[in-house]
């Protein structure tokens, strides 16, 4: 299965080139660099395009709103084929067809012969103030942008979701290396106990000690590469990486200190997902004054000019009519009430919304600075553990080589220095994944 997701790999790169990758064709684990999958996400995952397409929705609802005070033009073709008096002596009067004959003649006037009609007609509609439709544009723009802010907080959401799986398969295949080293250390102390056993040196609970530790390091192994399993499944979800190769990371678990301030007073306005519920406040603001609009009246323009003909298309005789309306809806059964109290209800709800998340923030960066701080605290002291764990380990060591010490011991030692060092790669990992979780909670 690894070489046929090998062969995809290679002929993706060698005949489409479909993704922009710095990896090598060749067989093999893939390298994969924190930067290089953080680039694949912004171009591949399909929560970002989903985002990205509801900022073109809102930019087409925008472009919708100019309607509130660009003309309408609509151009029409009507036929008409009728023997009802009233249209056909209209039908006439319009193709200036009519004669003082058939004035004089009743029976042509009640009951005339069947007449066609072609009319072309061309009608231009101009909204002169409508202030619901101009609020309505406003609360659309201001939705506009709020989209292009949630579009920048999706992609700072899913880089974080990156670093999460990067570095939980960076600190997984860190494990991986301290068990397999514990592994070959134990495999050798193993080989020695059989053989001071066969010599009578020691007791065959110290021969089968050596043995179960041996048993409870591979378990350990197997649990670990199943976190490196799953730490690759979810960086192929989150990148839409199909190729079933081993990642391989290229940075590890390095730590740059830096001071996490957990000032409560950090400014936080300049989120991208606050300033999305921000300007969707704004929005229902707009939509509350279009609401409130609806009920005033509306005053539009419009030019209608016809042509008309006994055969198509009809361009024979034309006339025109230019006028003006204006639109009053007194009473609608408190339908424009009840839409005036729904929009407030909105508006205060999208306030509270904006409210809540800003005091959230505010949590998480507080939350986010005490993990660094603790996490920093816990690399030093994990730091002198392995440090006393090693020279405890070789100072037991050299003594189980010289008889001196029991089997129990080393194997006491050696757990205890895989432990410490276990500890301290996590204590790296946590204080990494701190230091970006309080840049995300900072929205920087």
């Known amino acids: 299965m690894v070489m046929n997701g090998l062969k995809r790999f290679s002929g993706l790169i060698a005949a489409a080139c479909l993704l922009v990758l710095p990896f090598s064709a060749t067989a093999g684990p893939v390298r994969l660099s924190l930067q290089d999958a953080l680039d694949m996400a912004r171009e591949n995952n399909s929560t970002l395009k989903a985002a990205a397409s509801r900022v073109e929705q809102a930019e087409a609802r925008y472009l919708q709103t100019r309607k509130a005070y660009l003309p309408s033009v609509e151009l029409s073709e009507t036929m008409m084929h009728t023997n009802d008096p009233a249209a056909v002596f209209s039908y006439k009067l319009r193709q200036r067809v009519v004669n003082p004959v058939d004035l004089g003649y009743t029976e042509r006037i009640n009951d005339p012969d069947a007449l066609t009609n072609f009319q072309l007609g061309l009608e231009v509609r101009q909204p002169i103030l409508n202030l619901d439709a101009w609020n309505g544009r406003k609360a659309a723009e201001v939705a506009r942008s709020s989209a292009g802010y949630e579009l920048e907080r999706a992609a700072e959401t899913i880089e974080l979701e990156v670093k999460k799986a990067y570095y939980a398969l960076v600190l997984s295949r860190s494990n991986l290396e301290a068990v397999n080293r514990s592994i070959e250390a134990m495999s050798r102390h ?87 519920l921000e300007a969707y406040t704004r929005a229902a603001e707009y939509r509350t004054q279009m609401a409130e609009a609806a009920a005033l009246p509306r005053v539009n323009a419009f030019v209608q000019t016809n042509w008309n003909d006994n055969a198509f298309p009809g361009l024979d005789e034309h006339n025109w009519t230019v006028g003006l309306s204006v639109n009053w809806m007194v009473f609608d059964g408190y339908e424009t009430i009840g839409k005036q109290q729904e929009a407030r209800a909105r508006e205060l709800e999208s306030r509270y919304l904006y409210e809540e998340a800003r005091d959230r923030s505010r949590f998480d960066i507080r939350r986010a600075s005490r993990m660094l701080q603790t996490a920093a605290s816990r690399i030093d002291v994990a730091r002198q553990s392995l440090e006393e764990a090693r020279v405890s380990l070789d100072y037991i060591g050299e003594r189980y080589r010289a008889g001196q010490a029991m089997t129990f011991e080393l194997l006491g030692r050696e757990a205890a220095y895989t432990r410490a060092l276990m500890r301290l790669n996590r204590a790296r990992y946590d204080y990494i994944m701190a230091r970006h979780e309080l840049q995300y909670a900072r929205g920087s």
Do not use: M
């Not at 179960?212 to 378990?219: G, I, K, S, T, W």
């Not at 192994?221 to 399993?229: A, F, H, P, Q, S």
């Not at 409560?264 to 999305?276: F, I, P, T």
């Open 190 to 276: 193993d080989r020695e106990a059989r053989k001071a056993y066969s010599k009578g040196l020691i007791t065959r609970s110290d021969k089968l000690s050596t043995g179960v530790r041996l048993a409870e390091l591979n378990e350990q192994k197997l649990v670990i590469r199943d976190e490196i399993r799953n730490a690759e499944d979810a960086l192929r979800f989150l990148l839409r990486y199909d190729d079933d190769s081993p990642i391989v990371p290229e940075d590890g678990l390095e730590v740059q200190r830096e001071h996490a301030a957990a000032d409560a007073a950090v400014s936080v306005d300049e989120r991208a997902d606050l300033k999305a």
